[in-house]
């Protein structure tokens, strides 16, 4: 009803000038004394047949616009040109809508290489500051002195950062490096707390590791990535007391700490990109990017993410590994 409407307001002038028409030759007839019925029988065969071709008209019409519908589903890529028209701007439209996507094609084109450039830059820079680091590491290993563990505290977290600079970079990449296999829960989750040791001693936090006792099916290096950064995220907010990595259940992992906590407000959005909330606002080191890569890469295993806090009474992150046991079957 809605396209008719719209027909017939376009065709309006069409309709209008009949009418016209039909009262000028009226008035005429009458005017010169002649039977207006000369003037209404042929005005009603005009009319009868101007009914037949704008129900043609329409039809027409309505297929173009169902086609129309339909090219409107289309990706811009697949869009080659519009249903043909009885319409003199008909090919002057398909011509502008091929110029239109030439030029976007060029733009799009020109775009992918230089991010290509820079994802390609960004990468070997990440890899080539590695190199410094480890020299430096060796060089301290040497030193067992108050400073020399300062800055072994710093380079790791210098590393953590670079980590994090690949993840970036690597969750947007055309190839995925994604190797999934069958490992032990129990050794993914000690070798990233032997990462943070000298951490946990400096800062006299007490770890509680509970036996998982548990396998699942993923991808090792990004998982290990997720279980770093969580411990990351829970030293830098624990002044004091204790960090607890158990299983409750055989599908859920949980890291739970007994530092500041979240504001509940800040909790919905502490996995959006680039969000700190309040304890953002407090710590001028927080980028918001480690719960947002942790939440990323979550997806891309299949694993569920959420948190649960209190201000000033720590936070617990719960990993939902139930996905594994579907997926396997």
Known sequence: MNLFKAYIKEKRIFFIAFLLFVLIFSLSFFLFHISIKAVLYPAALCALLGIFVVIIDYVKVRANHLEL???QRL???????LPETDSVYSDDYNEIISK????VSRLESDTSAKYKDMIDYYT??????????????LTL???DSALSRTIMADLFRIEQYVEMVLAFLRLDAESSDYVFREHSIDDIVRKSVKKFSLEFINRKISLDLKPCNSKIITDEKWFAFVIEQLLSNALKY????????YMPNPETLC????GIGIASEDLPRIFERGYTGYNGRTDSNSSGLGLYLCKRICNNLSIGIKAESEPDKGTKIILDLSQYKIKND
């Open 124 to 137: 070997v820079w990440a890899h080539q500051i590695k190199t410094p680091i480890a020299s430096m590491r």
């Open 75 to 81: 990706t811009a890529d697949m869009i080659t040109e």
């Open 69 to 71: 519908l339909r090219i």
């Open 100 to 103: 239109l996507k030439s030029e």
């Open 238 to 245: 624990t002044r004091k007391g204790s960090i607890k990595i």
């Open 255 to 258: 890291i739970e700490d007994t």
């Open 141 to 143: 290993q040497n030193d």
